[in-house]
């Protein structure tokens, strides 16, 4: 549209001028050719421009034609933009303006953020797959709908000299078209092609590279002999292989030191996985989300014998799509090579495990030398490329409830998009827990969620933590005010935190574990309270100095009461306990009055003294925990005496549970004290005599739900309270939640549940910068260790 063809009264109609500021994830999506390609259908003069706070632009025409570009602005926007706010001021009008430019960028302090990274679009698969197109199978096409950014990006305004990309000179043909307005690639950031990008190479399991052309052809090739190879991708490294090659998988387990955990597997399409995998509409669409998470999926039957070995005792198998050209390449190589993109919809024959490089527990390998050092005698090949990887981002991991994806693990695709927040405060940083690390940031009233972290356990994954906080602050530009930190004093998040906030001088804010888990689910869904927060997990430090884990807590911002918890079981051996359900079955007995049975019931060496560790009390601390009394139930139906990994008996046991079908709780299962105490030492009694594990499962699942609501809605009546709050890695557990949920809407209660974080630990911070966040508005600040409440 221009002037000449708007109707006569509003072309002749004064001229406006306005300026406009859109925050948002704005950046890096094709935003300002967007505005670009607006303006000129719309006959408007202007200019528009990248700068630290998201976009900026003044346009000048006629009001209504203005008035149409706000709307259409948010209304059209390219499907990567998540535009926050449009803000608008008027500008005088300039004489003689014609047409409208996109300008070079401004700095400055950076309020704006980093867009996700995203998968490749069809657009670019079209090219990536057309013999005639320049960049029919390159490994790093790309444009401004699709690629990597947060990955690659060092600091903001997001422009390619900020990024990993800034070695890479454009070629003429590229230049062009990041020169061109009209064209896809305008501005896109890591646009290259064959004669100016990054490129592959092939090494051998020695480190040595190897002379190969076409370096796709080879790996696929080299996967379907069986092999395993170390694939670089958007945030890391991959270990790939062959997911019905019984053989291969069991050698990736044993060079990983991966023991039963799950694998997860790559699919060419949702049209590949229904041999494997259950999939409704719903999860057919977030399999294919631009973030491609890998989705948890109900496995078929069958899908146990053809993938043997890649998620053993599990009900669900966690599929993902491929997201990077590379990844489609090796699904073509293995089609055939067909022209076009009419294959991608077909089902394939391919399926891989791809699973996170990290071995040993450590953070995920993002560099080529860290690789070739890491993961030797694990790869037979490596697959790496020169373009950097700047920040460590995984597969974020989700399972959907109500055709809604809730995350087990945030991270590429997600991050470091912000969670908001209903209120702006203070900027906050947030170092969360042991297991499962995310840490927090907060600027104004956004969150901003880093990548999975992980277990703390080694010297890499605590140095992964430092670089995952100077990264965010660096890139975001924000010092906190502030920093949060779990109360466990050994926990390293804890003793970052007090050191990081005694260099710079900030005040230590400790917060109580489960408060923590409450309370991020109350930041997202933008609830101070009061609310009923229900905290079931493993194991945190109470405000008392215990055990907690199965917890009723009253939460009202930043002050936190206990109102009740789960009847303790003692956790012989301690930190043991939590890695041997026998243990806790055992516990469980003792209990019981049935020590007796213990040596006879259990044949680990150690069944014989357990009974004197009990009644001793030595190293047998107890504890509240949800999480142990999912082990003691397993133990005492013998489905997982020794875990091999974190949640592998409940895991377990829902998955048997789920199989089972519905069962009636058992009558008089559970017990309620005066004081808030619920027990269920009667369920387990009889979980104890039974000796059909599926049955036993449901039932444990079926009396757990029902006691528990009963006792929150016992409590919802008598505190006057009606939201509650689930919070802990136990609402992982699809059927436990659900039923719960489903009970306490039933009786008029209005349930929050987490969505935009893990319940788990990877939420944690979230939840401490919350409350970091009131203390601080407070002017309550307090020293490390200490909460606003005599309890939590």
């Not at 590279?209 to 090739?221: F, I, K, N, Q, T």
């Not at 710079?504 to 927060?533: F, K, M, S, T």
């Amino acid at each position: 549209m221009n002037p000449a063809s708007l109707p006569q009264a509003e072309a002749s109609a004064p001229l406006v001028r306005r300026h406009l500021r859109v925050r948002g994830q704005v950046q890096g999506v094709g935003f300002r050719p967007f505005v670009y390609r607006l303006a000129g259908e719309l006959g408007l003069s202007g200019w528009v421009r990248n700068d630290a706070e998201g976009v900026e632009l003044e346009v000048q025409g006629t009001a209504a034609a203005v008035a149409r570009l706000h709307e259409r602005l948010q209304r059209e926007a390219p499907a990567l933009a998540r535009i926050a706010a449009v803000e608008q001021a008027s500008r005088p009008p300039r004489a003689g303006e014609a047409g409208f430019a996109i300008v070079a960028s401004r700095g400055g302090h950076v309020t704006t953020g980093i867009v996700p990274d995203a998968a490749v679009c069809a657009d670019c698969l079209a090219e990536l797959f057309d013999p005639a197109d320049r960049r029919y199978r390159y490994p790093f096409i790309n444009c401004t709908h699709c690629g990597p950014r947060y990955t690659i990006t060092a600091r903001l305004p997001y422009d390619r000299p900020q990024t990993s990309m800034a070695g890479f000179d454009l070629c003429p043909a590229c230049r062009r078209e990041y020169e061109a307005p009209a064209d896809r690639r305008f501005h896109a950031q890591p646009n290259a092609c064959p004669a100016c990008g990054p490129r592959l190479v092939l090494h051998g399991a020695d480190g040595q590279a190897l002379a190969v052309d076409d370096v796709p052809a080879e790996a696929a090739a080299r996967l379907r002999r069986g092999e395993i190879l170390a694939i670089k991708g958007l945030g890391g490294f991959h270990l790939a292989c062959d997911a019905r090659n019984t053989e291969a998988v069991a050698r990736l387990r044993a060079r990983k030191r991966r023991g039963e955990k799950p694998f997860a597997v790559m699919a060419a399409n949702p049209a590949s996985v229904g041999r494997w995998a259950e999939c409704t509409a719903a999860e057919r669409a977030a399999l294919a989300y631009p973030e491609r998470p890998i989705v948890l999926l109900r496995k078929r039957a069958g899908c146990d014998a053809a993938l043997a070995g890649v998620a053993p005792g599990m009900n669900r198998l966690g599929v993902l799509l491929p997201y990077t050209p590379l990844h489609c390449l090796l699904f073509h190589e293995a089609a055939g090579r067909p022209a076009g993109t009419e294959w991608l919809t077909q089902p394939q024959e391919m399926i891989l495990v791809m699973t996170s490089a990290n071995p040993g527990g450590e953070p995920l390998v993002i560099g080529n030398d860290e690789a070739l050092q890491r993961l030797r005698g694990i790869a037979d090949a490596f697959v790496l490329h020169d373009r950097p990887i700047l920040a460590r981002c995984d597969d974020s991991v989700v399972q959907l409830r109500d055709d809604a994806p809730a995350f087990v693990r945030r991270a590429r695709g997600y991050t470091p998009r912000p969670i908001r927040l209903a209120r702006a405060g203070p900027p906050v940083l947030a170092c969360g827990g042991w297991l499962k690390n995310a840490v927090c940031l907060t600027r104004g009233d956004e969150a901003f969620l880093s990548p999975h972290i992980g277990d703390l356990g080694n010297a890499a994954a605590c140095e992964a933590l430092e670089e995952a906080v100077e990264h965010a602050m660096r890139v975001l530009e924000v010092e906190p005010a502030g920093v949060a930190h779990d109360l466990h004093p050994d926990f390293f998040s804890s003793r970052f935190a007090a050191r990081l906030a005694r260099e710079r001088g900030l005040p230590l804010i400790g917060v109580q574990h489960h408060h923590a888990h409450i309370a991020a689910v109350l930041a997202e869904h933008g609830i101070a309270g009061p609310v009923l927060g229900l905290a079931l997990d493993g194991v945190g430090l109470g405000a008392d100095g215990g055990l907690w884990g199965g917890e009723l807590l009253y939460v009202d911002g930043a002050a936190c009461r206990r109102l009740g918890h789960l009847q303790p079981l003692v956790l012989p051996g301690g930190d043991r306990a939590a890695r041997e359900p026998w243990r806790m079955a055992a516990s469980a007995l003792y209990a019981l009055g049935r020590e007796a049975e213990i040596a006879g019931r259990f044949r680990q060496p150690a069944a014989g003294l357990l009974g004197q560790m009990l009644r001793q009390g030595v190293n047998a601390p107890a504890s509240s925990s949800a999480g142990r009394l999912f082990d003691a139930a397993a133990g005492l139906l013998g489905i997982c005496a020794m875990m091999d990994f974190e949640g592998q008996a409940a895991m377990r046991l829902e998955s048997l549970a789920a199989g089972h079908g519905a069962v009636e709780p058992m009558a008089g299962g559970c017990t309620l004290a005066a004081d808030g105490t619920i027990g269920f030492l009667p369920l387990l009694d009889r979980l104890a005599d039974l000796d059909d594990p599926g049955y036993g499962a449901a039932l444990f699942h079926a009396t757990l739900a029902a006691g528990l609501a009963d006792w929150v809605r016992r409590a919802a009546a008598a505190q006057g309270i009606g939201h509650v709050a689930f919070g802990g890695g136990c609402f992982l557990n699809r059927l436990l939640s659900t039923t719960l949920r489903d009970a306490l809407r039933v009786s008029g209660l209005t349930v929050l549940e987490a969505r935009a974080a893990p319940p788990n630990d990877g939420g944690l911070s979230l939840g401490q910068a919350w409350v970091a966040l009131h203390r601080l508005e407070a002017q309550e600040t307090a020293s490390a260790g200490t909460c606003p409440s005599a309890e939590c």
